[in-house]
């Protein structure tokens, strides 16, 4: 729209310094012409002013000005709350009608806001940024369609919408507030305050929760009851009360991941239920667990089975060398030999059931251990216990462990004559076996199948030689690793409730001093420990599942030759349904990536193994609360002249801008908004109109002049 105006200014034809000294010198002359009593001062002064006022060129100035649109944001909440019951359809249609109203010099201009992962709705924030590109005279507030839950309120009115004065008035800039609900509304929420990431299996684990009621009507103290499953086994229920905190305890019943799933009884009349249920994520782990190393004698791998043990705080680790036989005298007095007699009656009949692992490293028995004492050992393998056995020269010697009780547990059987010893350079290689079990699995610098490292000409730099190796005449369980012409030489194997491993050389340590190029020693034999003291994550055969948002990814992994397999889900509303597994990248592996809706724990079963997988509680902070309410941004709405409306019963109309709105502060009723209008504008052009024409100024000046001359004529 264009407009015009009229102002009055000056233009001089002579600097305001010189017009002045005229002006002062006009003046000295007509006080002179007063002190001499001469006629026709005045009339002349006159003459002179006209003179000086055509000087200081009077104008009239004529102005054309083109009225500038203002600018209003709209800010419209798409965040996952938003999507509650008819919140999005109510706020969609009320913010399509607002970007359409067609108000007279007004613009209205779009932002869409979602939440962010962990922050919440920030509407605020987004108002800044858009602000930021309007120019300050012609914006003119602010709208926002919500549901009232804003993560980011300010607790003062933000720099961009705070009042500013304009010609001589207060300008406001409101705030609207539409609310895509009918009114306040009430939520339930339950938090888990405290969890232990990791805890004791065979014990309990403590979690401190807190139930909340929110909204008109609701107080602290409100009974509730709380529904505990773990794994998706059988729900425990627990009262408590709301506005409280309280402990509850979580049996851990096994090492590896726990799910544990929390709900809580829905409060009448609530929004949504989304907030009344979430998930723990605990890991349960075995208390310290203790291992005997015992060593026959010194040789170099005993620093690199301390050396690895010692490393791990979770070990308790018992160790003994065994320097001489019982049988041998040399005739040193016992007061002089600086040794511990080894306690055998202590380790293997009393307390040998207090062991996770038992570790035999080139040790040959030479009646070290009775009879008896072996037996123990064998019994505690098919107890539950592991043994882990590495096998030497001694093995075939008359002190062999394959020749007493232990012998029946063990994986392979070596023939005792100096044959079944093989002395050659090999380079250790993994067998079929070895490249799908989790032990050997993707271990650094495993060869890849085919590739002959046993060769002089191998390619160095991968897993360095040993130069010893047992041949065993037969073998039983799990090959995992083969040495010299593909003999055996890591077997694993489960004896009743037991496991035991048996490595057939003594020169694992080699790969520890980077005997051309090393290998993974540290790892395999942590591997190894690990697996016979049944770390779930080392199992042969396994099935696990993990929550991407949106998709459940399942895989399972088999030592076996991998065939067409099926799993089995159950929601957390107990449907069921079949999916297929395909073959995975890694050998071995069978995956599935299944869409899922539901929240919540599920369960993956294949018939055989079961595991359980529950999403991340993401965007807590938007989630946390999931009323439409008004509570948190009704005093900014109150302190910027905007109004607040709840459109789940009515809608909002928009009015033109008049200043009249602005000087009452009246920028809304029950059912409309408006924006005070700001007159930002942009001068389009100006016209100067003399007041004084040079030719009327010449005529007034000898008018004034001839006047004055008859004047002082008329006295003589």
């Known amino acids: 729209m264009t407009t015009s105006l009229t102002s009055i200014g000056l233009a001089p034809l002579l600097p305001l310094w010189l017009l002045a000294l005229l002006g002062l010198m006009a003046v000295a002359l007509f006080g002179w012409g007063l002190f001499s009593r001469a006629r026709g001062a005045t009339l002349r002064l006159c003459a002179m002013g006209v003179v000086l006022l055509w000087l200081a060129g009077p104008q009239r100035y004529h102005e054309q000005r083109r009225t500038l ?35 007279d010099g007004l613009t209205i201009r779009t932002v869409t806001v979602r ?6 709705t920030r509407l605020f924030d987004a108002l800044d940024q858009a602000a930021a590109d309007i120019p300050a005279a012609q914006f003119a507030g602010a709208m926002m369609v919500t549901d009232g839950e804003i993560a980011d309120v300010p607790t003062s009115i933000p720099e961009r919408l705070r009042p500013v004065e304009e010609n001589g008035s207060r300008a406001t800039l409101p705030l609207h507030i539409l609310l895509s609900a009918s009114g306040e509304e009430k939520d339930r929420k339950l938090s888990v305050l405290q969890a232990p990431p990791y805890a004791i299996a065979g014990q309990t684990a403590n979690l401190r929760v807190q139930v909340d009621d929110m909204g008109p009507g609701t107080q602290a103290g409100t009974p509730a009851e709380l529904s505990v499953r773990v794994n998706g086994e059988e729900a425990r229920q627990i009262p408590v009360v709301s506005g409280t905190a309280q402990d509850i305890t979580v049996p851990v019943t096994q090492p590896g991941p726990l ?20 998930v723990a994520h605990i890991t349960g782990i075995r208390d310290r667990l203790k291992v005997l190393l015992i060593s026959g004698t010194p040789n170099q791998g005993e620093r690199v089975w301390r050396r690895l043990l010692k490393a791990d705080p979770s070990v308790d680790l018992i160790h003994f060398t065994i320097l001489r036989p019982p049988e041998k005298d040399d005739g040193t007095p016992l007061s002089d030999l600086a040794l511990i007699a080894f306690p055998v009656r202590e380790l293997f009949q009393e307390k040998i059931n207090q062991f996770d692992l038992i570790i035999l490293d080139g040790f040959e028995n030479r009646h070290i251990l009775p009879h008896s004492y072996l037996e123990n050992i064998a019994s505690f393998v098919r107890r539950g216990g592991g043994l882990l056995l590495t096998a030497g020269p001694e093995f075939i010697g008359p002190g062999s462990l394959q020749d007493t009780p232990v012998g029946d547990v063990l994986p392979a059987h070596v023939a005792p004559d100096q044959s079944s010893m093989l002395v050659s350079r090999f380079r250790p290689t993994l067998t079929d076996t070895g490249r799908r079990h989790p032990v050997t699995a993707s271990l650094p610098g495993a060869p890849k199948a085919g590739t002959d490292l046993n060769s002089p000409t191998a390619v160095p730099g991968l897993w360095g030689p040993w130069y010893r190796a047992l041949h065993p005449d037969n073998t039983h369980g799990e090959v995992l690793m083969n040495g010299p012409d593909n003999s055996p030489l890591l077997v694993l194997d489960r004896v009743e409730q037991g496991r035991i491993a048996l490595l057939l050389s003594d020169q694992i340590w080699l790969w520890s001093r980077g005997e051309d190029g090393g290998g993974p020693q540290a790892e395999l034999l942590r591997r190894i420990s690990h697996w016979l003291m049944k770390e779930p994550e080392l199992e042969e055969e396994q099935l696990t599942a993990s929550m991407t948002p949106g998709t459940l990814n399942i895989t399972r992994h088999s030592i076996g030759a991998p065939a067409a397999a099926t799993i089995t889900l159950t929601s957390p509303s107990g449907e069921s349904s079949t999916v297929p597994l395909r073959t995975g990248g890694d050998e071995g592996t069978q995956t599935a990536h299944v869409p899922i809706t539901e929240s919540g724990i599920w369960r993956i079963t294949d018939g055989t193994h079961t595991t359980y997988a529950a999403p991340e509680q993401d965007n807590t902070l938007e989630m946390a609360d999931l009323r439409a309410t008004a ?61 004084l024409p040079a030719p009327l100024a010449m005529v007034l000046a000898l008018a004034l002049l001839f006047a004055g001359w008859w004047r002082e004529g008329r006295t003589r």
């Open 69 to 103: 649109p203002q600018t209003a944001l709209l800010v419209v909440d798409q965040s996952p709350s938003m999507a509650l019951g008819q919140r999005a359809a109510i706020a969609r249609q009320a913010a399509d009608a607002l970007a359409q109203a067609k108000v």
């Open 115 to 120: 939440a962010n992962a962990h922050d919440g």
């Open 259 to 278: 799910l544990v799933s929390l709900s809580v009884s829905p409060l009448p009349g609530e929004t949504s239920q989304l907030n009344n249920q979430t």
């Open 631 to 691: 509570t948190r941004v009704a005093d900014m709405a109150r302190m910027t002249g905007g109004g607040v409306f709840w459109l789940g019963d009515s809608t909002a109309s928009m009015r033109t801008p008049t200043p009249g709105l602005a000087a009452s502060g009246a920028l809304h009723g029950a059912d409309w908004l408006a924006f005070a209008q700001r007159n930002a504008h942009l001068v389009t052009g100006r016209t100067p109109i003399p007041l």
